[in-house]
């Protein structure tokens, strides 16, 4: 959250309970005030703020909520959402119908047969408070993307909404490309439907398969919450199983982007020029760091990680860190961490595979002998 407390424009707050504000833009944009006489994470004690959940102070008479500012600071802390588009054309048995038309209790296609919807969560959001955000801006998959009629039109989810390929879900915002995968800023309304089944499934949108609620996101986050608690009061409210491998990072990932690509015409293939990065920590237990070349921030560049000369793993560097993004480091998706096993002796030392380039940093770290 400080990534995102503004003392003023172009400057964070790093003075504690000094005036501070909430900004998705450098701070030219004071999207709210955090309070500065009881907990600095707290929008101020002001009143437009009385009926919100993250306020500073509770006062009779309020019923207080998660507004759609709270979603807004929880989504850029990496809380992200999977869900369609109003507009997404979902198949059941019946025929395909829109989302927004869909309620509970009707039924949707899976590869299983036909399933019940159990709950339909509902989110919405101002376009201007999501800024350039990758982790809430929708992702558009335009015609034959995923394959031939996949989708048969211009699909609109969630980044979060993990889309079926070659066996795996991975998370729809990695997949953008510019070209058959577009995510761009809005000033409009953003709305989201979350349909959730009685377990983890894979749905048929607009012709492409892509997943059901998971059911990992607090309940209390949605903007229709209590129509859940009502109807399930005394249901355990856990997480679901993915029905399918789910890969946000690493070489499964990288295959998939990659096939994306090609049907887009983009040329595959790893980062090359100069490489920048810092290895954060080199053993005993851990390698982990960041690289990437800022002359092609789309590919992710290719590692060995060594020990003494070594090769003991080869690892691609596009985990997204949150820090990377809120330093300005392209969309922040260049991280990478590799568990060192027991016993590796010799200087832990991190390269480009294709060049030999050494990656620099502060960690001096030695494995145990």
Known sequence: MDLYAYASAGTLQSTPDAPTFFSLDGGKTSLASFDTTSDNSDWADLPQYRNDAFGAYAYPGYATS????????????????????????????????????????????????????????????????????????????????????????AMRVSPGHGIFLHGVLVPAWRLVNGVNVLQTPCEAKVEYR??????????????????????????????????????????????????????????????????????????????????????DEAGP?????????????????ELLVLAGGTVLARVVANSYRQDLRAAGIGKGVYGFSVALPD???????????????????????????
Request: glycine letters at 12%.
């Open 285 to 301: 237990a851990l390698c982990r760091g960041w690289a990437w070349c800022p002359q092609t921030p789309e590919l992710p560049v």
């Open 66 to 153: 998660i507004t759609t500012l709270d979603t807004t600071l929880m989504s850029v802390l990496g809380f992200d959402i999977a869900c369609f588009c109003p507009g997404t054309m979902i198949e059941t048995p019946l025929g395909d119908r829109k989302v927004e038309t869909l309620r509970i209790g009707d039924e949707v296609w899976t590869p299983n047969g036909p399933a019940r919807i159990k709950w339909i969560g509902k989110s919405a959001y101002e376009g201007r408070f999501l800024a350039q955000n990758p982790l809430m801006l929708p992702v558009i998959f335009l015609p034959g993307s995923l394959g031939e009629g996949m989708p048969r039109c």
């Open 194 to 279: 979350h349909i959730q089944l009685e377990r983890h499934d894979l749905l048929r949108a607009d012709g492409a398969l892509s997943e059901s609620y998971l059911n990992g996101t607090p309940r209390s986050w949605f903007q229709n919450a209590a129509e859940y608690a009502a109807l399930y009061p005394c249901e355990a409210d856990e997480p679901y199983e993915s029905c399918v491998p789910r890969h946000d990072d690493g070489w499964v990932l990288e295959a998939v982007r990659d096939w994306v690509n090609r049907r887009a015409g983009l040329a595959g293939g790893m980062a090359e020029g100069a490489m920048q990065g810092v290895l």
């Open 343 to 369: 016993g590796v002796s010799g200087a832990i030392s991190v390269r480009r595979a294709s060049d030999g380039a050494l990656l620099g940093g502060d960690a001096q770290s030695r494995a145990a002998a």
